[in-house]
């Protein structure tokens, strides 16, 4: 009876259950909140998981909290998005001077990996703002210090710029990535919208470090994957071990085979897009149970701590 129950389950559901296997095989200290938040808000996301649109847009704002999210979690969507002529800003929220560089001081590598960027935006002509504002500082994956908050001056310094820039579309790296940073970028995002009402927008929430469960929007990239190659390469002071390289192209191989064809070999870029009123509700959403789930797991609090 189970044999038969698992075969009918992966004919009529084979996306949802690759899904619920992923989540299982990369377990993470968000898990537990996660599966609580899907268990209670599953019809959202799984309603509108067929809606495979590619992404095209006039004004795009991506927000990184690091110099080289944008590349690892959208960089075939940036091409894509420049090919059609779309008016594309990036925001770097912190410097990097604490992540990767193999050995690098802080001080030097902040400078090196805003080079970086600046060279990747004069290569292909994208609007580039840097906030310079110090990322985590991590001690055996646990977070020692953290710069990037939602306090008064960074929500309001976001609200500025979504003023001035009116983007219809704004990306995101997903408050399911289990980052300090990342998580801390939804917070200023979610309250800089809480004080806007003159604009609608889509807000799209892209993958890092772990895979977003039940994506909604799936970008095929396989003829811009070459070239998501070579943008990569620009960070190569993140490049040395080969690591990131290789887990940005396993990742965009799995949702290729998921979501588009898995007999043709591809790669794809998944998301999570909302509506500006959904987004913020279903984050807010997500806290809560983070904050219930997290009390007893030291390696949340700087997650759940409002500033």
């Known amino acids: 009876m189970n044999d038969i129950l698992k075969r009918l389950a992966f004919k009529y559901f084979p996306l949802t259950i690759n899904e619920i296997l992923l989540f299982i095989r990369y377990k993470y200290p968000f898990s537990k909140a996660i599966a609580h938040h899907l268990k209670s808000n599953y019809f959202y996301y799984y309603q509108k998981k067929n809606n495979f649109s590619l992404i095209n847009t006039d004004n795009v704002l991506i927000i990184a909290p690091h110099p080289d999210d944008e590349v690892i979690g959208m960089g075939g969507t940036i091409i894509k998005l420049l090919n059609y002529s779309s008016d594309v800003t990036i925001l770097y929220m912190t410097d990097g001077r604490n992540g990767g560089g193999h050995g690098i001081l802080p001080d030097k590598l902040k400078i090196i990996r805003r080079k ?66 990342h998580f801390s970028a939804n917070k200023i995002l979610c309250d800089a919208m809480d004080l806007i009402n003159l604009f609608s927008c889509n807000i799209i929430c892209y993958e890092i470090w772990n895979y977003i469960p039940i994506p909604n929007c799936v970008v095929n990239i396989t003829n811009e994957h070459k070239e998501k190659d070579e943008m990569l390469q620009f960070y190569s002071s993140q490049l040395k071990d080969g690591k990131l390289m290789n887990l940005m192209n396993d990742r965009n191989k799995t949702r290729h085979q998921l979501y588009l064809n898995g007999n043709i070999y591809g790669f794809s870029e998944a998301f999570l897009k909302f509506s500006k009123q959904s987004y913020i509700d279903l984050f807010r959403k997500f806290l809560d149970v983070l904050i219930k789930t997290g009390k007893t797991n030291p390696k949340l609090h700087p997650y759940i701590t409002y500033k």
Request: include cysteine; charge should be positive; aromatic fraction near 16%.
């Open 116 to 181: 970086e960027a600046i060279s990747l935006g004069k290569r292909y002509n994208l609007k580039q703002i840097f906030w310079n504002i110090p990322d985590v500082v991590k001690s055996q994956n646990f977070c020692i210090k953290k710069y990037l908050t939602n306090n008064n001056y960074s929500v309001l310094k976001m609200v500025k710029l979504l003023e001035m820039i009116h983007p219809k579309s704004i990306f995101i790296t997903s408050f399911f990535d289990f980052s300090v940073d």
